[in-house]
């Protein structure tokens, strides 16, 4: 407890923040009580917060309140801070794992403990804006007027998966072996498509996924540079049938391999506990380590990125993030509108 203390005091000095900051900033640190780490939060978060913005919520979902159980205190933070930041920014990270806390909605993130960021996959960059052209959150007034364990979300589907690698993992992408046999299948499903977006001899949309669109700057990655780094990372895997040397020992070595040891960095950082996919009308992506066929890849309002939605009758499952090629900077919602595909909405549980 005293390591949260200290924390929250220097979060305290640094000036206003939004809840899903401090959750985040928070998340790694111990407490044996879930509802005693987020009321502790929540002590810091109304000396920091932006106050007119934050009154115009409802204050409820704050209310520190020990009658609650921690499922629903962990919900109510959860909804307050995407209300807040009218961002997904906490949704970056894998959605629930709360073992041990029973009937959570699949939408609450985990923030916390062994849950915290960094125990799962790494986020994906924040500089894309896959729902660009959607709705506005603070339009949505179910969001905060729907059901407790609901978030309802308007949206578009793009897409339905179709094939998936298996989970790679830090052991898949560590061994030689097993790193070749999962771009072997790569190379195989993608070989299978017909679609130019996923055409495996150009190199730059199956380069640029393996990636997530990400540079060593996490900024978004150049056509020219992810072929290169591509095309260099697989001579030395597939031909060579050797790793590149360690990203940190190569700034003097030659070009060809400074952008294999480049291109296997960001390829670790991105794959790591993520599915490769393909869908039905031919995008490729990353997705979350527990996709399967038929799921769903929409667009959701407020979303940053695409998100994978399990269909479960008249409701959906959050399964989290996705990087989908090409539809990052709000594509995916110009060509709904184009061809006049309606925005629906998502009642997510």
Known sequence: ????????????????TDLSNLLVKTGNLHCTNVSDKVFAILGIYYRVRNTRAATLLPQSLLEPDYSKSAANVLRDA????????????????PPNRWADIPSLPSWVPSWFGENAPGHESNPLALEFDSGRGLPSLSSNAALISGRSGELPLEGISVDAIEESTA??????????????ALLEQISTLVSKMESPL??????SALGETLIAGEDLRYEPSSSEDVVRGWTAFSDYIMNQRVYPPPWRAVR???EHTRRASDYHFQMYNACRDRQFFSTQNGYIGLGPSDLQQGDLVTVLQGGRWPFILRPEGEWYTMLGAAYVRPIMYGEAVAEAAKVGQPVVTFNIR
């Open 198 to 203: 996923a055409d495996p001899r150009g190199s």
């Open 78 to 93: 959860t909804r307050f801070a995407i209300m807040e930041s009218q961002r997904f920014f906490l949704l970056q990270y």
């Open 167 to 180: 989970v790679m993992t830090r052991e898949h992408l560590n061994h030689l072996h097993t790193l070749s």
């Open 252 to 254: 003097e070595a030659d």
């Open 1 to 16: 407890m005293v390591l949260l203390k200290d924390r929250l005091q220097n979060i305290d000095r640094q000036g206003y």
